[in-house]
């Protein structure tokens, strides 16, 4: 049962540069998510697409794009990367919606640093 | 004022004890409500979804005060294994908002 996977696991990038983040789920979730979790606090949503086709800003949108390729993929994207972007990446995919008993599943994470 | 917060800890508490920590949440509207599990460096995981009236899912019992805004977690029976950090979880408006997590330690 792979579920969500998220691409890479870790990186270091200086500063300025570019690069995506994947995200994968084999459950055949409508929404999906992006958070980043910093050290003392939680996480914090950055996008999420609550179907496919549809994307929306979360919490922390500033300095991030998202692509929701189809159903199953949902990419982070860091134009031009800053050291306050060094973070915890998480993904995340739920059935439907947000609240309820839908739990969100969770991919292991993308531990970034930016130089 | 954070939309959850809680106590950081560690709760450092040997087998078999009972541990129990809060959490409290600003928005009153809030409709539904959670406690994830994660562990070192690892994803958050559901724990349980905490209902008014109180729930228990085998050593651990949820419980929500609206009027007072708070929701708390027992842990019965501790085992090493629930060394972990609890993270509080609130559906605002379809938003869900994550307190930064309480640290349980327990020891042998």
């Known amino acids: 049962n792979a579920g969500v996977t998220q691409t890479p696991k870790f990186q270091v990038l200086k500063t300025g540069q570019s690069m995506t983040l994947q995200c994968a789920q084999d459950?055949?979730?409508?929404?999906m998510y992006w958070y980043r979790q910093d050290p003392g606090m939680g996480l914090r949503l950055i996008y999420y697409s609550a179907s496919e086709g549809t994307t929306d800003k979360g919490e922390v949108p500033n300095g991030y794009n998202v692509s929701r390729l189809n159903k199953r993929e949902f990419s982070l994207r860091l134009e031009s990367a800053a050291p306050s972007q060094t973070s915890v990446y998480f993904c995340?995919?739920?059935?439907?919606?947000?609240?309820?008993?839908?739990?969100?599943?969770f991919g292991d994470g993308t531990r970034l640093s930016i130089l | 004022r954070k939309e959850v917060e809680q106590d950081p800890g560690p709760f450092n508490v040997p087998e078999g004890a009972t541990v129990a920590f809060n959490c409290t949440y600003s928005n009153s509207a809030s409709q539904s409500f959670f406690w994830y599990r994660q562990d070192c460096r690892k994803e958050p995981k559901l724990l349980m979804s905490?209902?008014?009236s109180g729930n228990e899912d085998g050593r651990f019992t949820a419980q929500l005060n609206r009027a007072s805004q708070y929701i708390s977690l027992l842990i019965r029976d501790s085992k090493l294994s629930d060394s972990a950090t609890y993270l509080c979880v609130v559906n605002n408006d379809y938003k869900l908002s994550f307190g930064a997590g309480t640290t349980v330690t327990v020891r042998a």
């Open positions: 995340a995919s739920s059935e439907r919606g947000w609240g309820g008993e839908q739990p969100q599943h």
């Open positions: 905490v209902y008014s």
């Open positions: 459950m055949n979730h409508n929404s």
